[in-house]
Structures are given as C-alpha cells and as structure tokens.
C-alpha cells in the first residue's frame, strides 16, 4: 500500500490566547501544505523508518524493538488513562536517537498515534516508511506542527481502514477522529492547545473556533495576505504561559484585555460574513468599508497582544511598516517572535504590494504572497 496525505497550514486573524479561555478566534486554512507519503516495506526489511526532513531525523526502528516494548510490558491503553500512556510512550522515545527536543517531540507524537491506533482502531503495526515534508516554517504560528499531527492521524487512520478492508471516506465523522487524534498530538508539542489549529487543519475554510466549538464559515471569499516571517525563533508553550503568569498576577488587568480580544474577534466574524453576503453587483466602495473595518480591528488586536507582552521589535517594525503603506498588520499564533500577517486589500495595487514586500525584504524578513480559506486534509491516491 501506498498513498499520500497532505493538511494545510492555518493562519489565526483574530483571538490568539484569548482562544485558550475559552474565547473566540477566527481563523483560516493557507495554501501552504504539509505532505506525507506512506509505503508499506516488505517483511523482510523488519523495519519503521520515519523520514522526517523538517526536523533533521531519518531513523529506523527495528519493528521487534516496538512489538516487544508495547506487548511484553504492561502499556497501559490510551483510551482509559492519557497521561500513564503517554508516560509509557516517552520512556520508548527516549531510547531511540533523538537530537534534539524538535525531534523527541515530532517522535512522540508519531509514536503516540500509531500505538493509540493499534489499541483503537485495530491496527496491525507491520514494516512501513512515511516520509514528510513541509511548505510551512517550523515553530513560526503556521500551524506546521498541527499539520503534521493532521497527517500522521489521517495517515495511520486510512492505514488501519485498509487492513479491515475498509474504505476511508473524510466525512465530518472521520475528521472529528482525525482532529481528535491531531489534538493529543498538539498536547505532546505545545502543553495547552486551544484545539484551533488541529481543527483548521483538518477542516480547513475559514473558521469562527470557541470552547472546543468549530463553525466553518461557509462560501467566504479567500482573502489575500502577505505572510511575513520575523525570522525570530520562539515557543509557543513558553509564550502561552507567560500570558497565563500575567493573567494569574493581574485579573483585573487582563480578564477585560481578553475580552476584549473576544469582541474583536466576533466583529470580525460578522464582516466577514458581510463580505461573503454583497451581491456581485454592490459597489466597490462597500467591500472596502468592510476591509476597513478589518483593518481597524487588527490593528486594535495587535495592541491588546503587545499589552500582553507577546509582541517582539521584530513584529512592531512590520506592523508600523504595513500602515504606512495604508494597510494592517498584526501578529499570528504565539506571538514573540513567529510571522506576523498583512491583509491586502481587494484594490491594494501592484506596485503597493512590490514597495512594502521590498522594504520589508531589505530589512531582513521574508516574505510570502498567499491565500486564505484553502482545503483541509486530504488523501491522495
């Protein structure tokens, strides 16, 4: 058997740590994807190797190592105890070769769902080789690690359908599995996801995300956005705590910030379903208004993240930089570092877009042209 599966990357526009209490973000699906390809091995070669370029890590598992460590030992099962389990899958990933924390994470989550899979979804774990790789930038608020749990999920799902002699059909039950097992994944890499960037990953579109809630918002036009990268390194989990400190130190500071954050994000909701709702024939100057009003509502996003000290000089240059050129810009996913977005206009010209992608190059940062509201995942073959 072999077949590949691709997931997108997600952009968040509005909500970043405001989501993780239980507050309301948008977000939406890039046209930048992650690939995995899979090829059952014969027998003979008593192999698992997971080629994983984005991480540096070419590793072969010798499939008895596997067998005898997860049926000879007690495991304990996934469904009924998390943390034991998982405890369980880290004491094995600790004896294979790992560089770095980037790879022991990448392998945990690999390992997390192929022994889940084999306990859930009667998976029988032969010799097999998946190779991944990426179009999105790692640890940056793309949602590469999401797109890559999305994969290995679907991966290992399709998997153990074939060997029942099933067929896989991504319908909104198997996506809920799919996302589900992205999710614990998202936990192993990041501590306290929200669930926002599995989801989008999966479903893909645009999406409205609260307390666990998905709501895609259907037919909405792509918008189109420039995709800046700070090229500053950062953690998400480091960043979601300090903001967990601060909220924990100062209540009464930042309850109304997210909040507020939460008001920002449903405004930009309803304009973007008035985008969605003008009739082909209404004027240019009432799609305008409603990218105003996005404008306006980023810019006063990126001010409540800065007051929560997850901005960086880096992200602040950009976003001055994207209003002098008469547009918005703001910070996405964590924070600190990362990318940060601008939105563009319908009318935004050419040359607009060549000036800023050129001062904003000359000054150190790439720059990406790209598309929102993609598809989620999807297997190829």
């Known amino acids: 058997m072999e077949f590949k599966v691709s997931a997108p990357g997600k952009l968040i526009l509005y909500g970043e740590h405001a989501v993780v209490y239980q507050k309301t973000a948008v977000a939406g699906a890039l046209d930048l994807r992650t690939t995995l ?123 153990a359908y074939h060997q029942n002699d099933k067929k896989l059909v991504l319908d909104v039950d198997t996506l809920t599995i799919i996302s589900q097992y992205a999710f614990k994944c998202e936990k192993i890499m990041h501590g306290s996801p929200s669930g926002v960037d599995n989801s989008v990953c999966t479903y893909g579109s645009i999406i409205k995300f609260k307390n666990t809630e998905l709501t895609p918002l259907i037919g909405v036009k792509s918008m189109k956005v420039l995709l800046v990268d700070t090229k500053v390194s950062r953690s998400t989990k480091v960043l979601v705590e300090k903001v967990a400190s601060l909220k924990r130190e100062l209540p009464m500071v930042y309850d109304p910030i997210l909040d507020a954050m939460d008001s920002i994000a449903n405004n930009a909701l309803s304009v973007i379903e008035q ?15 409603c990218y105003e009003r996005l404008m306006t509502l980023i810019n006063i996003n990126q001010s409540l993240l800065s007051a929560c000290q997850v901005s960086h000089p880096a992200l602040d240059d950009i976003c001055a930089e994207a209003r002098k050129h008469g547009l918005a810009a703001k910070l996405t996913g964590a924070g600190g570092g990362g990318y940060a977005y601008v939105l563009l206009l319908p009318d935004t010209s050419d040359d607009v877009v060549d000036h800023l992608v050129h001062v904003l190059t000359e000054r150190g940062f790439g720059v990406t042209l790209t598309y929102l509201g993609g598809a989620g995942v999807h297997i190829h073959g």
């Open 37 to 159: 390809t899979f090829k059952e091995l014969p027998q003979s070669d008593s192999m698992i190797h997971l080629d994983l370029p984005t991480v540096q890590s070419d590793l072969y598992i010798p499939l008895l190592q596997i067998l005898e460590y997860f049926s000879v030992k007690e495991c304990p099962k996934a469904i009924e105890n998390q943390d034991q389990f998982y405890q369980y899958i880290k004491d094995f990933v600790d004896t294979l070769e790992s560089k770095n924390n980037l790879q022991k994470l990448a392998l945990e989550a690999v390992m997390y769902v192929l022994i889940s899979m084999s306990q859930n979804e009667n998976l029988v774990i032969q010799p097999f080789k998946i190779t991944i790789t990426t179009e999105l930038a790692v640890s940056a608020g793309l949602g590469s690690s999401a797109s890559f749990s999305v994969c290995i999920s679907a991966a290992f799902l399709n998997w």
């Open 275 to 289: 985008i969605r709702d003008l009739d082909t024939e209404e004027s240019e100057v009432a799609v305008r208004g």
